[in-house]
């Protein structure tokens, strides 16, 4: 039976989740799989359940709120991390996937596993009849797989297969693959085992872009049989990240004179905003020249290429910009804007806020209204970033003033509003700090009057929109001293204040984290 449909298995909740500083909480993962639902990938792969109590209850809230794609757990071959997968994708009914995996590569069973090709596959079969007892829909994956001979990696697939999996994932985790070899790999996988041909089990490929090569990997596996690719938004991913969804989506589509009859059922023109979401939640600088969704992917400096695409738009560019979702902007925002046309706008940005959080935004709205001209829509979603914590007592920026100067010793006076979420009530807490420049100075207040010492380890500093008063947002990674580093967002028309509200957004992550581990009784 030929079956030419690629299903889109998007990574972006697990793997991609997984590169340091990108870790995002409840709120911010259940968005992206929101806007992911919206770009109609066929699975989401919503986490790790048995890593944490975050990761359960996120897979879990995912599995019940989502609904459309397919929703999958990823768990080792023991009994402790499939029972997990298959209580937290449980919500999802007959959409939900148990995707197991456990390395095959001589150099994993020698030096990680200590085990024995025959103990592999034992243990593989196992796990995959065990997540078969809870869901219909397996996937197994041999870890390692383009680095595992050949000939056993076709006796794992077979095995596995007749255990009940339903898709085998062939993953290139260190990215060591080329292009040719591992389509050649696919192909004798495809031809060697009959249920891949009949389409009774699905090969699913999974790689990993140390050598830049993911996509083209995965293009080629595609073309010799594979009908899965795993993905994330913006290529995010362990090391040098994931085969980019955005890429090889519409590399399929675009070349489909190439790629003759092969289609997915991806709504491409949610990948911008797909894109955007992702890399705030994660906070993940997309690259101006990443491909489709790089703010240059669509840039014409050169003279001669803008006057041909005047002429005609095909001379130099191979795809339309708005099939990605470029250029849909809407009429901006301004102070005057009431609560319900900013609710409108949140609601087409793909934002679902609960009453109180889109009046603690309206009042945020209203002061940068007050400074802008215009609130455009990234200032919005800048703005909804902002508040993405998830700790019953939060602390908010009330008041800063900072004095500096070449001959001025930096100071700022920091007053700041703590909301205790389950008193209901609201303090007010005041000092000041003096620092190595105005930002230092904002942050050491910050930090005396909340207890937290943290170290700030990586700053970036973007303009959100356009023009001279256009929002700055800052993103700050700090290591509260456990060698974690938690990512916090501000957006203000002034950078010191959207300095100072990126690292109390940073400091309410790192209490709601501190909070959870109490909680449970670990450390945080
Ligand atoms: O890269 C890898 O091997 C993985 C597996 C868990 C699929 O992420
Ligand atoms: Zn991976």
């Not at 985790?173 to 192909?187: N, S």
């Not at 240059?296 to 001669?304: K, L, R, T, V, W």
């Not at 250029?327 to 102070?335: D, I, N, R, S, Y």
Request: aromatic share 6%.
């Amino acid at each position: 039976m030929k079956n030419d449909r690629i299903i889109i298995f998007d990574t972006t909740l697990r793997d991609g989740e997984q590169c340091p500083g990108a870790s995002m909480n409840l709120r911010e993962k259940l968005e992206v799989a929101r806007q992911l639902a919206r770009l109609k990938v066929d699975v989401i792969e919503a986490g790790f359940p048995v890593i944490s109590d975050g990761d359960f209850q996120s897979v879990q809230t995912i599995a019940r709120e989502i609904k459309g794609p397919v929703i999958a757990g990823l768990a080792r071959c023991t009994a402790k991390d499939i029972d997990a997968a298959a209580a937290a994708v449980k919500p999802a009914g007959k959409r939900a996937r148990i995707h197991v995996f456990l390395a095959t590569s001589k150099i994993h069973r020698e030096f990680k596993l200590g085990k024995a090709q025959d103990e592999i596959v034992r243990l593989a079969v196992e796990g995959v009849a065990r997540a078969k007892g809870y869901v219909d829909n397996v996937e197994f994956s041999p870890e390692d797989g383009s680095r595992t001979e050949p000939e056993f990696l076709v006796e794992v697939c077979k095995a596995v297969v007749a255990a009940g999996a339903t898709t085998v994932n062939i993953p290139d985790t260190v990215g060591w693959a080329v292009p040719d070899q591992f389509g050649a790999l696919i192909q004798r996988l495809h031809d060697s085992v009959p249920e891949f041909q009949s389409g009774k089990a699905v090969i699913s490929v999974h790689c990993h872009n140390d050598l830049g090569l993911a996509v083209a990997n995965s293009l080629a596996a595609v073309q010799a049989g594979a009908r899965q690719i795993e993905c994330t938004v913006n290529g995010i991913g362990e090391r040098a990240g994931n085969t980019s969804l955005e890429e090889v989506v519409m590399a399929l589509r675009t070349r489909g004179d190439f790629f003759t009859g092969f289609a997915c059922g991806v709504n491409t023109r949610e990948i911008v905003k797909a894109s955007r979401l992702v890399s705030r939640m994660s906070g993940l600088v997309v690259q101006r020249n990443k491909a489709i969704v790089g703010e240059n992917a669509f840039a014409h400096s050169a003279g001669i290429h803008q006057d041909g695409i005047l002429k005609k738009r095909e001379t130099y560019e191979i795809m339309d910009p708005q099939d990605v979702g470029w250029g849909q902007t809407e009429l901006p925002l301004t102070k005057h804007s009431g609560r319900a046309a900013v609710a409108a706008r949140l609601r087409h940005l793909g934002f679902k806020l609960s009453d109180a959080d889109l009046n603690a935004l309206f009042v945020r709205f209203k002061q940068v209204g007050d400074k802008k001209k215009f609130v455009y829509d990234d200032d919005l979603a800048a703005l909804v970033e902002g508040m993405m914590t998830e700790v019953a007592e939060t602390w908010s920026l009330d008041y800063l003033h900072v004095t500096s100067g070449n001959q001025t010793v930096p100071t700022a006076t920091v007053r700041l509003k703590k909301m205790n979420g389950q008193k209901g009530e609201t303090e007010y807490a005041q000092d000041a700090g003096i620092g190595d420049g105005p930002v230092d100075a904002a942050l050491k207040a910050i930090d005396r009057l909340t207890g937290t010492t943290g170290k700030l380890m990586d700053y970036a500093l973007r303009a959100v929109s356009q023009g001279k008063d256009a929002l700055g947002e800052v993103t700050a990674k700090v290591d509260f001293g456990n060698g974690d580093l938690v990512t916090g967002k501000g957006a203000s028309t002034d950078v010191i204040e959207a300095s100072a509200r990126a690292y109390l957004n940073a400091v309410n992550r790192h209490l709601g984290q501190r909070q959870a581990a109490s909680k449970n009784g670990r450390q945080p």
